[in-house]
């Protein structure tokens, strides 16, 4: 168990440009998180997948951001058209299916949109 | 809806002192999970411990309890003796059982213990 990896750990990136995120998840969870933390809050919800199948997305996900799990290992997070807005961490998550189970987060990616 | 408060912002306590960081939470499911994460300086999320809403039997974990009022949906989380290392932020969260395992949080309590 090598925990969950998220790549890169800091993004600095222009405003107008996309930007991608990847998440590996611990390798038997079927269960894929992603979460954005701004300063001083805590965690929001963004989207989730079981296996390859996006199962639910936050209305904070507005259509400049879309994620991917095509096989249903590793994910990806793209945000187009950034906005300094979009400047946050980036967290991804992994759990097992089991109802209440603990869900493990990985380092983040935090982005900075100048 | 379900929501989770964290009314401590941020609390400071000299080392060896015991302290308690308090969440409430508000949930129309009867059954729901509760959990205490803590996200020290180098920003990884923790999981330090589960509850589910049947089990109100209170823990004890070397210097860590925890304390579940389900009549006050509380769930409080004392640190005993604390520790330099426990600095940190702390946050509680809930997940009801019909949420795919989303997780909300509250918006975290600084714990900040001085030597």
């Known amino acids: 168990d090598t925990g969950v990896s998220q790549d890169p750990r800091h993004k600095i990136t222009k405003r107008g440009q996309n930007v991608t995120f990847r998440c590996d998840p611990i390798s038997e969870h079927n269960r894929l998180y992603w979460y954005r933390q701004t300063l001083g809050q805590g965690p929001e919800f963004l989207t989730y997948?079981?296996?390859?199948?996006?199962?639910?997305k936050s209305r904070l996900l507005s259509d400049r951001f879309s994620a991917e799990r095509p096989k249903g290992s590793f994910s990806t997070l793209e945000i187009q058209r950034t906005e300094q807005g979009d400047s946050a961490m980036y967290l991804c998550?992994?759990?097992?299916?089991?109802?209440?189970?603990?869900?493990?987060f990985g380092n983040g990616t935090r982005l900075t949109v100048t | 809806a379900q929501k989770v408060t964290q009314a401590q912002t941020e609390i400071s306590v000299v080392e060896k002192e015991d302290v308690t960081l308090d969440c409430v939470y508000e949930t129309r499911d009867t059954t729901y999970y509760l959990f205490w994460y803590k996200q020290p300086p180098s920003g990884e999320l923790v999981f330090l411990i589960r509850r589910n809403s049947f089990d109100e039997q209170n823990e004890i974990s070397g210097r860590y309890s925890w304390n579940f009022q389900k009549s006050t949906s509380s769930f409080n989380f004392t640190i005993t003796a604390s520790q330099v290392v426990d600095s940190a932020v702390y946050f509680c969260a809930l997940r009801n059982n019909n949420a795919g395992n989303m997780l909300t949080f509250g918006g975290g309590t600084r714990l900040m213990v001085k030597p």
């Open positions: 997948f079981q296996n390859e199948a996006q199962l639910e």
């Open positions: 998550a992994s759990s097992p299916q089991a109802p209440g189970s603990p869900l493990h």
